[in-house]
Nanobody, 126 residues
Framework: QVQLVESGGGLVQAGGSLRLSCAASGRTFSRDHMGWFRQTPGKEREFVAAIAWIGGSTRYADSVKGRFTISRDDAKNTVYLQMNSLKPEDTAVYYC???????????????????WGQGTQVTVSS
C-alpha cells in the first residue's frame, strides 16, 4: 500500500521557519517527480514547489520563491520543504505528492500527481 506521511507542521510567528518532511512507503519514489501543494478553506489546492526525479531541477510558485526550498533524499524516500521568512498568508494545509517521471516537467498541476499525503497544518501568526 502506497503511503505518504507529512510531518513538521505547526504554529510559528511571522518571520519564522519550519521544515516539512514527507516520508513515502509502499514503493520507491526515486524515479518520481515530487511536489508540495497547499490549500486553505474554500480555495483550490495551489502549487508550492516541485523537484524533478533526476537532475535536481526545482520549480517554485512566485509567492514562495526565495523563501522556500524543496529537496529530496531518495535513500530515505523522503522529500522536504524548508520554509523561511514565513508570512501569515502561508497559513494552509500542506500536502506532498508524487508524479510519474513520464509526466511533463515541470509538474505544477495537481492533476499530474497520483499519490497524495494526508496533509499537515501550517499556521503563521502575525
Amino acid at each position: 500500500q502506497v503511503q505518504l506521511v507529512e510531518s513538521g507542521g505547526g504554529l510559528v510567528q511571522a518571520g519564522g521557519s519550519l521544515r516539512l518532511s514527507c516520508a513515502a512507503s509502499g514503493r520507491t519514489f526515486s524515479r518520481d517527480h515530487m511536489g508540495w501543494f497547499r490549500q486553505t478553506p474554500g480555495k483550490e489546492r495551489e502549487f508550492v514547489a516541485a523537484i524533478a526525479w533526476i537532475g535536481g531541477s526545482t520549480r517554485y510558485a512566485d509567492s514562495v520563491k526565495g523563501r522556500f526550498t524543496i529537496s529530496r533524499d531518495d535513500a530515505k524516500n523522503t522529500v522536504y520543504l524548508q520554509m523561511n521568512s514565513l508570512k501569515p498568508e502561508d497559513t494552509a494545509v500542506y500536502y506532498c505528492a508524487t508524479a510519474s517521471r513520464s509526466r511533463s516537467w515541470p509538474t505544477t498541476d495537481q492533476y499530474q500527481y497520483n499519490y497524495w499525503g494526508q496533509g499537515t497544518q501550517v499556521t503563521v501568526s502575525s
